[in-house]
């Protein structure tokens, strides 16, 4: 009988931590804020009524092609809010204003620095897009929304920071294998290749865009983005699988120990199998 009590406390709870099927954990998730910062590179494009009042800037010298004949140079303004102090930036403002006075459809691209702390560290280019029409002329708009992290799969636990999206959306290397398929260069190429990527930080509007039809000598775009803790999906590591192995085993351990114990009361006490008393041996033998 304690040889099979012995052999089912062993059996039993692993056969039950087998059946659950997670007992290998190779997906796990935890929640982060992660530090995010305007790194000054910008495309913007604004219109009127008709193609010929387009006007455009950016800070890119590779993407000088994409923008209209007539180039403005924007006022622009960024700045963040730290909420709990905690030294991470929880929401960020962005303003440009345009030396135009009304349009009516606006492109801006922004590029973010994002870093990611916690099991996985990373650092990576997060790309804010717009692209927003009024049906009537405008002095303005306003956007609000949330930043975004996704990922397509898991990331791999490292010691070393992950920079492997680190490069900026709006960079074009022209020596590169994608230019001769991109020619000539366009936003939606650019676009696809950022939505490409693993792991992405974009904006999420949180409300529809409000456009300002006031009288104003300049056309100002006003951003707002909270930066929320997201959800970090990262594959673990042989110790914490294991751990969460053992936790599960554990689990039914120690209610099948508490079970085999009573069942093994009940038949010594109910005397269902023959049991023999044997007294003790002295351990010599008196003359």
């Not at 000088?64 to 924007?74: F, G, M, N, Y």
């Not at 100002?220 to 914490?240: H, S």
Request: glycine letters at 4%; one cysteine or more.
């Amino acid at each position: 009988l304690w040889l099979l009590c012995g052999i089912l406390l062993v059996v039993i709870p692993l056969f039950a931590t087998f059946a659950t099927e997670n007992v290998w954990v190779k997906e796990s998730f935890y929640r982060a804020q992660p530090a995010v910062s305007f790194t000054n590179e910008l495309f913007l494009i604004a219109s009127g009524d008709t193609v010929n009042s387009a006007v455009g800037w950016s800070n890119q010298p590779s993407l000088q092609s994409l923008l209209p004949p007539e180039v403005k140079v924007p006022l622009v303004r960024s700045s963040f809010s730290d909420f709990n102090h905690d030294g991470v930036a929880d929401t960020l403002k962005l303003t440009v204003e345009l030396p135009s006075s009304s349009m009516r459809h606006l492109t801006l691209l922004a590029v973010y620095k994002v870093q990611v702390q916690g099991k996985v560290s990373e650092e990576l280019s997060g790309l804010m897009a717009l692209d927003l029409s009024s049906p009537y002329l405008a002095s303005g708009i306003s956007v609000y929304g949330q930043m975004v992290f996704r990922q397509k799969l898991p990331l791999f636990q490292s010691v070393e920071v992950r920079r492997l999206y680190a490069a900026s959306p709006l960079e074009v290397n022209w020596t590169s294998n994608w230019i001769p398929a991109q020619q000539p260069l366009t936003l939606e190429a650019l676009l696809a290749r950022y939505a490409q990527r693993n792991e992405t930080a974009t904006l999420e509007q949180l409300v529809p865009a409000m456009w300002d039809y006031r009288p104003s000598e300049t056309f100002k775009v006003q951003v707002t983005m909270e930066v929320p803790p997201q959800l970090v999906y990262y594959v673990p590591m042989a110790t914490e699988v294991l751990k969460f192995a053992w936790m599960q085993y554990l689990s039914f351990l120690i209610p099948t120990w508490i079970l085999l114990e009573w069942f093994k009361g009940v038949v010594f006490d109910q005397r269902l199998v023959q049991t023999f008393v044997i007294p003790q041996v002295p351990n010599s033998k008196e003359d």
